[in-house]
């Protein structure tokens, strides 16, 4: 991702800034993260409640990551809302350091549009915030706890998950999930059952992940993937 700046009305993607400058941080530039986990073909356990099989494509920026939600009305029908575990990509406006949303997290009845939060005291707490594309430059107060580290930065990409929920008597529970946009909330999810063979390993599949199930119980799945969600 290339230095961006944006002057008075101009649009330049993931950001719209009116009557401000905003640049994406030179050392702060995306890069591709792509890969899945488990190896295909490994023999593998998870426990309830964990992660089987992990593929994604996105790009990752150094950011911040929200570690509480954040709402405000600042007007009639004007929210803002920013939800815990929300990744914002570093930015600078107006040669401040600032952290901004992706997407549209300022909505109106005929205006939708990112903000830009600053932490003012540097001290872990975004404490205000601007309304990106309004022609206006109040800031606004906040109070959002957050972590810096590597965020994803690209909508276009993806991340898909499968996990695992437990087994009742020949029956195994799985959970897909799909993050999309601001990878902090599924944008999809699924719950998939499937009834074991008896005896042996049970050949199960969803969209193009086949898995070779060679027991389960309510403690812990052991498998292997056999293809992923993608072909590469």
């Keep these: 991702m290339k230095l961006m700046r944006v ?3 101009a649009m330049v993607l993931p950001l719209v800034i009116a009557c401000a400058s905003v640049a994406i941080n030179p050392a702060d530039e995306a890069k591709p993260k792509i890969g899945m986990e488990p190896a295909i073909g490994t023999e593998t356990t998870a426990n309830v409640g964990g992660l089987m099989f992990s593929q994604y494509d996105y790009l990752v ?13 600042i007007g009639p029908g004007a929210m803002v809302d920013v939800p815990a575990g929300a990744s ?32 003012t005291n540097n001290d ?9 594309g309004t022609f206006s430059g109040i800031e606004f107060n906040a109070h959002v706890p957050y972590v810096v580290g590597e965020v994803p930065v690209d909508a276009a990409g993806y991340k898909y998950e499968l996990y695992y929920q437990g087994a009742d008597r020949d029956v195994v529970r799985l959970t897909f999930r799909e993050f999309k ?24 599949s969803f969209r193009n992940v086949r898995l070779t199930i060679i027991s389960a119980d309510n403690h ?3 498998y292997s993937v056999q293809s992923p969600f993608v072909s590469k």
């Design 61 to 73: 920026g150094r950011g911040a990551t929200t570690r509480l939600a954040f709402h405000d009305t």
């Design 181 to 204: 946009d601001k990878f902090s909330q599924a944008a999809m999810q699924q719950d998939i059952t499937y009834t074991l063979q008896s005896p042996g390993p049970t050949q199960v």
């Design 124 to 132: 872990g707490v975004l404490d205000k915030y601007y309304v990106t």
């Design 88 to 119: 914002l990509v570093s930015a600078m406006v107006n040669g401040r350091q600032a952290y901004c949303t992706t997407w549209n997290a300022y909505v109106t009845w005929n205006v939708r549009s990112p903000v830009c939060m600053f932490d």
């Design 220 to 222: 812990a799945i052991r």
């Design 7 to 9: 002057v008075c009305g």
